[in-house]
């Protein structure tokens, strides 16, 4: 995909059409890389489910039109030769349609209801309006006919298998419009809040607004911005089920959790214009920590996972975040951030050390973030560099926050604690070459071709300038014309869609960035960040990028990856003198 020049135009085969605050999407992804003919309305509740099928139709013949879809952050049309079809949102909950020249059907996605599985359809003659009833989300779909005719009402209170659903067709004066809104059990009739046009300016205000907030500093140096920040704000979900803050889900694709590593880089996007927002972006795997200190693997409107854990990023991102915020937090706001980063810190050192031991481990690669990198393939139980380094970066940060609250015994022994962990870091893993990994059944050490083992750069100006030097040479080999390599490409598992195994990543791109310009490596940071940002605004915003291409991999609308690149530009914005 290639950003338009002024951002504001995408296609729906790359990001989904959604506003603030809802849980669904229009969209013709309704599955893992599984793209349907026609666009659907998908739900995120429940896990991602494409509910309703959403059918331009010739109006004379009443078969499927040729058309063609466009998007823009506030209307979606389908345009064919002889009329359209527009969808605007009017409310989270609810979106608007009109044609002329075209008809639509909206059917259930589901063929086959079962006691357990499918979509049962009728009409309600108490809101006059035809119900769509879905088991895999739990919600129903009312369509209410505000101009137009029914041309059809197929498989109205059928069961088993059927085709379901209406045929909206023009009236004499050759429009239709309906309304299509999601609810959980019963609502008063539908009425509009306004004319189509109004719902139209009143969401690409809303957008406007938000644009305005999260990146003014948006010229044409950066023309990914806007799409940037739709990205963000269409992914955002207002509270509902185990989601406990409005939050920012990574996608409206397949990709629709909270993980709690990638919520630390949109709560730093947004932190300049939308404090609150960006606090509850911090703090949402927090409100499931568990009484041990782990925080959740990840989280999603009904299910929480603690299988695996995520890396202690959080301190680095808390520090950045006070800092990025245009009102520094309160005292309660920096005592409770403090007792969450104390119990997380906890869990690492308590449940995540072996006797003995003086450094954390993970268990599987999925708790570093970097699920299949090539530093697991000898053990999984391992000991690295990167946690290390991320948690003496936290201790660092505990250090700041008690000496802030008035904690002096605590802000000394954070700060031991900090300066321990490190030494043991530069004593054990430190060759005097590079960073190894070390196995916590067999003792064994190893090195590998991938990024993830110079991320003790992120330690930045408390690096010794020797080992700093080191990491960046190191770094330096990874750059491709695009941007950073999980993996060498001379290596031998190099793989250019290998997830970790070579892609270019988001999360590693902007620690890695800030890591060497702390460490006085200001040159390479430039060129890590041009080539990131140079990377988005011709490829979008995909979930990773092809090493050696470019091109946009996996789920196509990632959210930490538009807020990378918000923060990157916003960055370069205000060293050019923004």
């Known amino acids: 995909m290639t950003a338009a020049p002024s951002g504001s135009a995408f296609s729906v085969h790359d990001i989904p059409f959604s506003t603030y605050g809802s849980w669904f999407d229009i969209s013709p992804v309704v599955a893992e890389r599984t793209y349907a003919e026609d666009l659907h309305l998908v739900s995120h509740q429940n896990g991602m489910h494409g509910v309703l099928r959403l059918v331009p139709l010739n109006t004379a013949e009443g078969d499927r039109a040729d058309t063609r879809v466009t998007a823009t952050p506030g209307l979606l049309s389908w ?152 990205v963000v704000w269409s992914a955002t979900v207002r509270p509902a089920g185990l989601v406990t803050r409005p939050a920012v889900l990574m996608s409206k694709h397949w990709m629709d959790k909270v993980w709690s590593w990638d919520h630390c880089f949109n709560a730093l996007a947004l932190a300049p214009g939308c404090p609150e927002l960006a606090l509850d972006q911090f703090a949402m795997p927090f409100d499931h920590q568990e009484a041990g200190g782990a925080l959740p693997d990840s989280v999603t409107h009904s299910e929480v996972l603690y299988n695996f854990v995520k890396p202690p990023i959080h301190g680095w991102a808390f520090g950045h975040l006070r800092r990025l915020l245009p009102t520094a937090p309160d005292h309660d706001q920096l005592a409770q951030a403090y007792a969450w980063l104390e119990r997380w810190t906890a869990f690492w050192l308590c449940a995540r050390r072996a006797p003995d031991a003086e450094l954390a481990h993970y268990q599987h690669g999925n708790d570093s973030g970097w699920d299949n990198a090539t530093t697991f393939d000898p053990e999984r139980v391992v000991v690295t560099a990167d946690l290390s380094a991320f948690l003496v970066l936290q201790l660092w940060e505990l250090a700041d926050l008690a000496a802030e609250l008035g904690k002096e015994d605590m802000a000394r022994h954070w700060t031991a604690a900090a300066e321990e962990t490190q030494a043991a870091l530069l004593d054990q893993l430190w060759t005097g070459e590079r960073f190894v990994a070390r196995g916590v059944a067999s003792g064994a050490t190893w090195s590998s071709a991938s990024l993830l083992d110079l991320m003790p750069i992120v330690l930045g100006e408390h690096l010794p300038a020797e080992i700093s030097s080191a990491l960046a040479d190191r770094i330096k080999a990874h750059l491709t014309p695009h941007g950073l390599a999980t993996e060498l490409t001379t290596s031998p598992h190099y793989l250019a869609d290998g997830y970790w195994r070579g892609p270019i990543w988001a999360p590693a791109t902007v620690l ?13 940071a430039d060129d890590v960040s041009a080539r990131f940002r140079a990377l988005c605004e011709t490829h979008g915003f995909a979930e990773n990028f092809d090493a050696l291409t470019g091109t946009g991999l996996r789920d196509r609308a990632y959210t930490w990856t538009a807020s990378s690149y918000l923060l990157l530009a916003a960055a370069q914005a205000h060293r050019d003198g923004y």
């Open 79 to 230: 345009i064919g030769e002889s009329g359209r079809i527009d969808l605007a949102y009017e409310s989270p909950d609810a979106v608007r349609l009109r044609g002329s020249g075209l008809g639509i059907g909206v059917f259930a996605a589901a063929r086959a209801l079962t006691p357990f599985s499918g979509t049962y359809f009728f009409h309600d003659p108490a809101a006059d309006g035809h119900v769509f009833t879905s088991y895999e989300t739990g919600h129903r779909y009312r369509v209410t006919t505000l101009s137009g005719t029914l041309a059809e009402v197929a498989g109205a209170q059928a069961l088993g298998g059927a085709h379901r659903g209406v045929v909206v067709a023009a009236d004499a004066d050759g429009a239709w419009e309906i309304a299509i809104d999601a609810l959980d059990t019963a609502r008063p009739p539908y009425v509009p809040s306004g004319t189509f046009d109004d719902i139209v300016e009143s969401a690409r205000r809303a957008f406007a607004d938000f644009i305005d907030a999260v990146a003014p500093w948006r010229s044409s140096a950066t023309p990914a911005a806007e799409l940037a920040a739709y």
């Open 512 to 524: 890695i960035e800030d890591g060497l310009r702390r460490a006085g490596h200001q040159r390479l």
